[in-house]
């Protein structure tokens, strides 16, 4: 896609976000499928977790990116509860990433106004991951320029599972509803995802946000996720201004 064209959808959206539409034509909660880090590396003839290395920088940008935009909740699959198949070496290089990620970047999501959030099955991590992971949460608690949702560990299945199990514990009394049973989910009090971006060009959802996401929006993208850019997300959120979400009405 040349520069001409990313500058025409450039502006197109700038146009929506300070149109009157642009309560409805901005997505509020965008998720992303960070797909593609290793064909990336691949590519290049290097280790799968260089590709990883890049993707943290393109989450960098995006997060930066989609506050700019007005984007209110960003959540992004890092991990899921299937890629504990992969080799011993990229789950430990991913590990380590996580680590520094954690360490060396809450600071710099802060002062940038971000609330930092995990959703999955945590305790699968060590305990000095999960004691940062506690005080990244607290320390951001009260930032309201965006909210970045980590899915870590996570599966869409197994927080269904968790939510069932949770409902169950708690002694409910009378008929299970959506409204009921949602309280139970990982975060009932964030908004379904309306867009839902994947890149690396696989046309699936892989266990992602499987009950929020019912009814989101769909965008599918070529390119590897180290090389999603400011110009792609636009794209993204311009193809979203034009959708008719009917959600089962004629
Ligand atoms: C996504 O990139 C990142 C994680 C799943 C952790 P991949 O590692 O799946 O990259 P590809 O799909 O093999 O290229
Ligand atoms: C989905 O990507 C999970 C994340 C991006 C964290 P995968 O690469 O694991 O998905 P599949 O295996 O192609 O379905
Ligand atoms: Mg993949």
Redesign the pocket.
């Known amino acids: 896609m040349g520069d001409s064209k990313s500058g025409v959808v450039a502006e197109d959206t700038k146009n929506l976000e300070t149109s009157e539409e642009s309560q409805t034509a901005l997505p509020r909660h965008v998720a992303i499928?960070?797909?593609g880090n290793?064909r990336w590396a691949k590519r290049r003839g290097l280790p799968r977790v260089i590709g990883h290395q890049a993707g943290m920088k393109a989450l960098e940008r995006t997060i930066d990116n989609a506050k700019d935009l007005g984007v209110r909740y960003l959540s992004v699959?890092?991990?899921?509860t299937?890629?504990w198949k992969r080799a011993r070496s990229e789950v430990q290089g991913l590990m380590g990433l996580f680590r520094y990620y954690l360490k060396g970047k809450i600071q710099q999501m802060h002062r940038r106004g971000a609330r930092v959030r995990f959703v999955g099955l945590m305790n699968a991590f060590q305990d000095d991951i999960l004691e940062t992971v506690r005080s990244a949460e607290d320390l951001t608690r009260d930032n309201t320029d965006i909210d970045v949702i980590f899915?870590v560990n996570y599966g869409g299945r197994q927080e269904i599972l968790d939510a069932v199990s949770s409902l169950m514990r708690s002694n409910h009394d009378g008929p299970v509803t959506e409204d009921v049973l949602r309280k139970h989910l990982y975060a009932p009090d964030i908004p379904d995802p309306d867009l839902l971006i994947r890149t690396?060009g696989?046309l699936?959802i892989?266990?992602?946000w499987l009950w929020e996401g019912a009814y989101s929006e769909f965008y599918f993208s070529d390119l590897l996720w180290p090389d999603f850019d400011r110009a792609e997300l636009e794209r993204a959120l311009h193809s979203y201004a034009g959708r008719n979400r009917r959600y089962g009405t004629a």
């Open positions: 499928v960070m797909d290793g699959y890092a991990f899921s299937e890629n899915c690396g696989e699936r892989s266990n992602f």
